[in-house]
């Protein structure tokens, strides 16, 4: 099956306001700019969105965010996008705060069809107890925060039951694609990529670049093109523009 569209445009064609995504990347490295981008063109809007992060504010998901395109955001780090932590101070954005790598298992329990599971992780503290401001009004005090979750014991343990992520879409970008869905991720882009390709009920793949079935050999593939429902293949120039989330240097020694 030819899952190759003509156009990030028409890829993200039928993505209606209010819907859920799932967005690939870890800071501003492996992030899907080109669909995030058509998304930002299209007018959508109401948007909940689960993401390690939401960009910068200049770039990826931040451009969405800058424009009030985005409710609520499931994430585990804030980070340099001082437009988010701006919003979500101020009661305009919701925010759902996740251990990492938590928010990593959610994500593939939901491509997986496992509805929750039991961690370690956050046992003890308010992940667990409840009480993460999700929500603040406009006076600062916390409107919504997080429920307490189930905690049960396993060999003398506490473990704390997380429930799964599934989403309407995943947006995810790909170092090599073929036109059955099948992904190749370059080094530390395959971060959350192919976790959020997972748990988008319909997922779009933009790739660097596109070959024919048979090309990529089956052991380099790190997504299978079942979870893959549409492919964009991105021009060279797309394809090269990629951005540094904070560039450290020092001066050059004699």
């Known amino acids: 099956m030819d899952k190759v569209v003509p156009s990030a445009a ?7 306001d209010n819907a859920s995504l799932a967005v690939g990347g870890f800071g501003l490295c492996g992030i899907p700019s080109v669909l995030i981008q ?45 437009e988010f932590a701006r919003q979500y101070l101020s ?52 409107a919504v925060a997080s429920p307490a979750k189930e905690v049960r014991q396993f060999d003398g343990l506490d473990y704390v039951l997380e429930q799964a992520i599934v989403t309407d879409f995943g947006l995810v970008r790909a170092w090599k694609g073929d036109r059955h869905g099948n992904l190749v991720f370059r080094d530390s882009a395959q971060n959350f990529n192919p976790l959020c390709a997972m748990a988008g009920k319909v997922s779009i793949a933009e790739v660097e670049e596109l070959v024919e079935p048979g090309e990529l050999a089956p052991g380099e593939i790190h997504l299978p093109g079942i979870f893959v429902q549409r492919v964009v293949a991105l021009t060279p120039e797309q394809a090269a523009e990629k951005r540094i989330e904070r560039r450290t240097v020092r001066t050059k020694e004699a």
Do not use: H
């Not at 028409?10 to 209606?16: F, G, R, S, T, W």
């Open 10 to 16: 028409e890829a993200v064609a039928d993505i209606p």
């Open 38 to 82: 058509a998304l930002l063109a299209k007018g959508v809007t109401g948007l909940s969105v689960t993401s390690n992060n939401c960009g910068v504010d200049d770039w990826g998901l931040g451009l969405l965010l800058r424009e009030k395109r985005i409710v609520r955001m499931t994430s585990s780090y804030v980070g340099e996008n001082k």
């Open 91 to 142: 009661g305009e954005l919701e925010v759902e705060l996740t251990p990492q790598g938590t928010l990593a298992e959610r994500l593939r329990a939901g491509g997986s069809g496992i509805p929750a599971f039991y961690t370690r992780t956050g046992v003890g503290t308010q992940v667990a107890d409840g009480g993460v401001p999700w929500r603040y009004d406009d006076a600062g005090n916390v």
